[in-house]
């Protein structure tokens, strides 16, 4: 069993915040966010990939 903590992601695409996701790490809560939106299939998409950054929320809660 894994027994890291997951952390609180912001995840941003071209500066725009677009909303929060749990994972360990910054790939992982992309990731995450790509499927939960639809995009499954762009996942190995790099130009695509590009576009979204993510950060770790300020105080678990916010983005920054």
């Given at each position: 069993m894994?027994?890291r903590?997951?952390?609180?992601?912001?995840?941003?695409?071209?500066?725009?915040?677009?909303?929060?996701?749990r994972?360990?790490?910054?790939e992982?809560?992309?990731?995450?966010?790509?499927?939960?939106?639809g995009?499954?299939t762009l996942?190995?998409?790099?130009e695509?990939?590009?576009?979204?950054?993510?950060?770790?929320?300020?105080?678990?809660?916010?983005?920054?």
């Amino acid at each position: 069993m894994d027994h890291r903590a997951e952390t609180l992601f912001a995840i941003y695409k071209n500066g725009n915040h677009l909303g929060n996701e749990r994972a360990y790490n910054i790939e992982e809560a992309i990731n995450k966010y790509l499927i939960a939106a639809g995009f499954e299939t762009l996942l190995n998409d790099v130009e695509f990939r590009n576009q979204y950054a993510a950060f770790t929320a300020v105080l678990s809660e916010h983005y920054v």
